[in-house]
């Protein structure tokens, strides 16, 4: 049988392939990874949901696939496909047999005046025609478990499905027939659609997309070297085009005293250790945002425009910038509120460490309500983060550097931090961003160290 990439998920329909884990002659059990394939920027991997031996591997390393596409062959147990197939063929051949002389529903001319409503019924009613030579089952429908999981991913009632095997049983080729029978429909659905008149008033135009390029050659000024984008880079840039331009991006600049939880991260980082954790200043961080946030909640929104209302989220789900030899992943550190410095320390290394090895399930890229981009490993001050939509604002930090500070009326050298808040300003103001970057200030320098403590 012809194994083909299976549904992949809400709003994904290809990937590419990254590893082929099978080759011709290997023999498969259900639930064995057939291949490893990156979609956004998620990489997962494709089970089988059949037993066999591999006859042909149909796709390669690098290679775009869709779903419904085959990606390889297989030879199941002995006389089960063919049996599937010689059942079907018989039951094929007596219908057209008993099908009466009528132009297909592609051939079927719409009247152009008739509504898009009356249309597709009326397309609906052509194919339903075809049909009532058999009588619909009334029993409950019989088809083998991987038909009925299949169905279910696809939101199909099976009681609508005629099944062509003895005794009424839903085979695969079943599916796939009543699948194209509602293309069939949407097809024509849509002829007669467009033959409407064009509505009074036009939707509200989505955002335009970026500039046709035009093609330059870098060769004529000297020597150079061109590499493929992955798919990574380019969901990367699509994401960044799109935050960017729907987004009006204004950014708050400050500064945080980070002496104390230096300190604190000093004296209670062999405890930790002890723990098998390693204890860093990003759990600080996002504790200290935690607080933040709970005080102004709308910096831990999303703009719904379609219902024009302000989604203010009552989870802090934080999504955490990972910089990676692939492309930079941002994973989410689910209810930050209710986990401790420990838990969080423990959570944010496992996230950094899958990120990098490209192990994060696409889920866990998903649903986040705020986001912390630090570079103070890496280097570099001051920075304007763009906004993670549709979230409203993101947190930049910078590279601690040890500065004269006035405190008390004495100057005395102090670990200063960078701060950036980039937000949406359809959303937040100016004023707002002033007193969350104070507060969120605040937090950072009177840090408590109950919080810290084992």
Request: with cysteine; proline share 9%; glycine share 8%.
């Amino acid at each position: 049988m012809d194994i083909k990439l299976p549904p992949l998920g809400e709003g994904a329909d290809s990937g590419v392939v990254v590893s082929v884990l099978v080759k011709p002659g290997d023999t498969v059990s259900p639930g064995q990874p057939l291949l490893e394939l990156e979609n956004e920027k998620a990489i997962a991997t494709i089970p089988a949901e059949h037993a066999g031996t591999v006859v042909e591997v149909c796709v390669k390393p690098g290679e775009k696939v869709s779903v419904g596409q085959r990606i390889l062959k297989l030879q199941t147990g002995a006389g089960a496909a063919p049996a599937e197939a010689g059942a079907s063929k018989p039951a094929e051949s007596r219908r057209r047999a008993a099908k009466p002389a009528a132009p297909p529903p592609e051939e079927v001319e719409e009247p152009a005046e008739e509504g898009a409503a009356a249309g597709f019924e009326h397309a609906v009613e052509v194919e339903e025609e075809e049909e009532e030579e058999a009588p619909r089952p009334v029993a409950a429908p019989v088809a083998p478990p991987s038909v009925r999981r299949l169905a279910r991913e696809l939101g199909i009632d099976l009681s609508k499905v005629r099944g062509t095997d003895p005794g009424g049983r839903i085979t695969r080729q079943d599916l796939r027939n009543y699948i194209q029978r509602l293309q069939r429909i949407a097809v024509k659905y849509k002829q007669v659609v467009s033959r409407q008149p064009a509505p009074a008033a036009a939707p509200a135009a989505a955002p335009p997309g970026p500039p046709p390029a035009e093609p330059v050659d870098f060769s004529k000024w000297g020597p150079v070297r061109r590499e493929p984008l992955t798919t990574l880079r380019e969901v990367i840039a699509r994401r960044m085009w799109q935050s960017w331009n729907a987004i009006p991006h204004v950014t708050q600049f400050d500064e945080a005293d980070f002496t104390r939880i230096n300190e604190l991260r000093k004296a209670h980082a062999g405890a930790y250790e002890q723990k098998g954790v390693k204890l860093t200043v990003t759990p600080f961080i996002v504790r200290a945002v935690v607080e933040t946030l709970r005080k102004h909640p709308v910096f831990n929104s999303s703009l719904d425009e379609v219902a024009r209302e302000l989604v203010v989220k009552e989870y802090y789900h934080i999504g955490l910038a990972v910089d990676t030899e692939h492309g930079l992943l941002v994973p989410v550190l689910r209810d930050a509120d209710k986990k401790s410095l420990l838990e969080l320390a423990r959570e944010i290394e496992s996230l950094a460490q899958r990120a990098r090895e490209r192990k994060l399930a696409r889920e866990e890229m998903q649903g986040g309500s705020f986001t912390i981009s630090n570079q103070g490993a890496i280097g570099g001050g001051h920075f304007t983060p763009i906004v993670n939509r549709p979230e409203v604002a993101i947190l930049g930090v910078g590279r601690g550097t040890v500065k004269p500070v006035v405190r008390d009326g004495q100057v005395t050298p102090r670990l200063m931090v960078p701060l950036a808040v980039s937000y949406d300003h359809r959303v937040i103001d100016g004023g707002s961003a002033a007193r969350f970057i104070v507060d969120l200030v605040r937090a950072l320098e009177d840090f408590p160290e109950d919080a810290v403590r084992l």
